[in-house]
């Protein structure tokens, strides 16, 4: 039922910057946050999106079939 998510948050840790304060984007459906966050530039990203990193950890998560459009 539980791990300790070593794994994933190492593949994450290669892929994003960590930084000492974080922050969340909220907002209703369809304004554009996972475009967003999928449209970053760079080597390492500063967001991360949390259905992509719950998917990753096994959380039983609903994903928006549109957001997989854009993925």
Not at 36 to 48: C, L, P, R, S, Y
Request: hydrophobic share 30%; proline share 4%.
């Amino acid at each position: 039922m539980f791990n300790d998510g070593k794994k994933i948050y190492n593949k994450y840790n290669k892929h994003y910057n960590k930084h000492k304060v974080g922050y969340v984007i909220l907002g209703p459906p369809c304004i554009g946050k996972t475009r967003f966050v999928n449209e970053q530039t760079g080597i390492k990203k500063n967001w991360i999106d949390q259905d992509n990193l719950f998917s990753d950890l096994g959380v039983k998560w609903k994903k928006n079939p549109m957001n997989m459009i854009l993925n």
